[in-house]
């Protein structure tokens, strides 16, 4: 069974507009991961936030973890063409095992 | 420097074919994934291999049976196809750090049809 769950399933933003997405999981975590899918294509990793870190940065993305809310936030700011994707969020337990959210769905108009 | 490569990108297949879907890394990773992605499920684990040897089942291992070949090359055989086996098959590597995960990498995945 899928560990994370994305909200919303789909998002739609106007170029140069922030894009934000939530993963909500239900068990306790090492790590937390987000990755990009463009159409067609495999996943691509993006960032991984560890569970005693609260905030990270890469570039124009920034994640949170909340872990006493079992939830984690990735905003998009000034978003381009480019950034038209579908963003998972997975997270592992004490295996070796990647836990996939079916994922949000992010659109950018220009 | 390849990354992760999937063999066959299409395949259409009969009810009751049997194929093998392979995949390579060329980074030196210790353990290797299939997942298999269908609309609105997110990407689901059928079989993985913590490290070269070992092979064990994931969320969704029913009709498939994988071969780790070696460190580089890890292979999923459909013996006896579905029209529910119908999906993309995507192929993942990483380099295990202890207990805490590093990144997946993935390959352009597999798009079969089992008609």
């Known amino acids: 069974s899928q560990q994370g769950e994305e909200d919303p399933q789909a998002l739609s933003i106007q170029e140069g507009e922030n894009a934000t997405m939530n993963c909500s999981y239900k068990?306790?975590?090492?790590?937390l991961q987000w990755y990009r899918q463009n159409s067609g294509r495999g996943l691509v990793h993006l960032i991984l936030?560890?569970?005693?870190?609260r905030e990270k940065h890469s570039g124009r993305l920034r994640v949170t973890l909340d872990t006493s809310k079992k939830s984690s936030s990735l905003l998009i700011t000034a978003s381009r063409a480019a950034d038209t994707a579908s963003y998972f969020c997975?997270?592992?337990?004490?295996?070796?095992?990647?836990?996939f959210g079916a994922g949000t769905t992010v659109t950018v108009r220009a | 420097n390849a990354g992760v490569t999937q063999t066959p990108k299409f395949q259409v297949l009969k009810t009751g074919q049997s194929m093998t879907l392979q995949c390579a890394q060329d980074?030196?990773?210790?353990?290797m994934y299939w997942y298999r992605q269908d609309p609105g499920m997110g990407l689901r684990l059928i079989y993985y291999?913590?490290?070269?040897?070992?092979?064990d089942k994931g969320e969704v291992p029913n009709g498939y049976n994988v071969s780790r070949l070696n460190k580089r090359e890890f292979s999923l055989r459909l013996e006896s196809a579905a029209p529910s086996q119908t999906s993309v098959y995507f192929c993942?590597?990483?380099?295990?750090?202890?207990?805490?995960?590093?990144?997946?990498?993935f390959g352009p995945g597999t798009r079969l049809t089992v008609l």
């Open positions: 993942a590597s990483s380099d295990i750090q202890g207990r805490s995960y590093n990144e997946q990498f």
């Open positions: 068990t306790s975590i090492n790590n």
């Open positions: 936030i560890r569970s005693n870190e």
């Open positions: 997975a997270t592992d337990g004490n295996d070796y095992k990647l836990s």
């Open positions: 980074m030196n990773h210790n353990s």
């Open positions: 291999s913590a490290s070269e040897g070992t092979t």
